[in-house]
């Protein structure tokens, strides 16, 4: 978000900079008033003592944070995370594999708006899914991505023996308490997992194997 933040700045039309006049970061601090954390998203001018681009920045905020939110939604080539045509530059090929414009957009709608990011189709859960069942089936398991069970269609469905897992995706933001994804109504009598999409495309190998212990009956 703080990249896409810099990029939209420097190409705004009263600006028009090279992105290395801007820096761009973000820092988590406590909130005073309660127990939550606040998160602060920041630019400045890379000059030393300012050159004033900041500010003029600042005068057009309202108008740049929608140029934002559109770079970080309309990448012409369509990627997955991030690539050349919409967050990934020379003077920040250091962070590419951090850089994530799907998590940065919503995040960003989130704080303009309060709008919660939504559930991915089945289909869509499943194509992330894709290296997850890769792993499971290459141990045995009988896994089905996506499977239609009672006329619901369940991104991704692993067995072993007469055990069978459901198992899906949620929005990176939202917590793991969440309970509203499409399948929910075949939670009963159902083993089902519910994954971090952004854990999931981090960190493969620790869900691979939370999934195989709900599946062997070991979690």
Not at 7 to 20: E, F, G, K, M, Q
Not at 140 to 165: K, M, Y
Not at 197 to 203: A, D, P, Y
Request: include cysteine.
């Amino acid at each position: 978000m703080a990249e896409g933040l810099r990029l939209a700045a420097s190409r705004h039309r009263d600006i028009d900079l090279d992105p290395s006049e801007f820096g761009a970061g973000f820092r988590i601090v406590p909130n005073q008033d309660d127990q939550t954390l606040l998160l602060d998203v920041y630019l400045y001018d890379t000059l030393s003592g300012g050159a004033g681009y900041a500010d003029l920045a600042a005068r057009n905020i309202e108008e740049i944070l929608q140029q934002t939110l559109a770079l970080l939604e309309q990448c012409p080539s369509h990627c997955e995370a991030s690539c050349e045509s919409c967050l990934r530059h020379y003077h920040n090929q250091y962070l590419k594999d951090r850089l994530d414009r799907n998590l940065g957009a919503e995040l960003l709608r989130y704080a303009l708006d309060g709008t919660l990011p939504e559930e991915k189709t089945p289909e869509a859960q499943a194509n992330l899914l894709r290296n997850l069942r890769r792993l499971l089936e290459l141990e045995g398991f009988n896994c089905e991505s996506p499977a239609t069970i009672d006329e619901t269609t369940v991104p991704f469905v692993v067995g072993h023996s007469d055990r069978q897992v459901l198992v899906g995706l949620r929005p990176a933001l939202l917590t793991p308490t969440w309970r509203d994804h499409s399948f929910g109504r075949l939670q009963a009598g159902t083993s089902t997992v519910v994954l971090n999409e952004f854990i999931l495309g981090r960190n493969l190998p620790d869900e691979h194997q939370m999934v195989r212990g709900v599946v062997l009956g070991k979690q």
